[in-house]
């Protein structure tokens, strides 16, 4: 696989729309030659910073989607609604969704399969809480999540699906984990995947990639682990200066 590393950046409910489309206007022109770059922001503001990045090297996901294409689902959005605005990402079964929302993991599973029927490429994160982490029950939990949002789902030859390991309880507090760790997390979760999937499946359609306190001094310990393809990036992402310097030093 491509060793080419991705950063999102997962923008939250953290900008109003003024504020998007000046961030996608920043980040328009950022060179990001060796790097590939996806910026997710609310709903309310997808559709203008997907019309400011059109002819960047910039792409956009959505940072949740529902499980049906159409129907009587008040306050939902829909993959293929997404995937008509110009979306090609969407992050899915973030810890946040999980905490406050109730998703499960078979919500998550659901959403999968509507994704990549759809077009989009889902960004499906798993994590564990601290409790679970005191517990001794981490990889436990990690591979129940991948396997139960996982297993059975289609995957098309050219269709790929990214898996975001965030500890959740490092998420916001400014501190990563140790890269060593996260390598070795990153390992249990291909397993899993290999678990469910063929090898050449594994190899050639899924990606794992680290997410939780991020910033440019960070990103290259975690970009540069054999078995990690990129970062999901949360409050650096929020401006110009910083994301630009997770780029570059990507």
Known sequence: ???????????????????????????????????????????????????????SSISVGAQDCFWESEGAFTGETSAAYLREIGASYVILGHSERRKYLGETDEMVHKKIKMALTAGLTPIVCVGETFEQRQEGSKDYVLIQQTVKALEGVP????????????????????????PAEAAATHQVIRQSLFDIFPSSVVKSSFSIIYGGSVDANTVNDFTSLENTDGVLVGGASLTADSFRDIIQKA
């Not at 939250?12 to 790097?35: C, D, R, T, W, Y």
């Not at 050219?158 to 500890?167: G, N």
Request: aromatic residues 6%.
């Open 1 to 55: 696989m491509d060793k080419k590393p991705i950063i999102i950046g997962n923008w939250k409910m953290k900008l109003g729309i003024a504020e998007s489309l000046e961030l996608a206007k920043q980040l328009k022109h950022i060179p990001a030659k060796n790097v590939d770059v996806v910026v997710c922001p609310s709903f309310v503001s997808l559709s203008g910073v997907i019309d400011t990045l059109r002819h």
């Open 155 to 178: 995957l098309g030859a050219d269709q790929r699906v990214f898996i975001a390991y965030e500890p959740v309880w490092v998420i916001g507090s400014g501190q990563a984990i140790d």
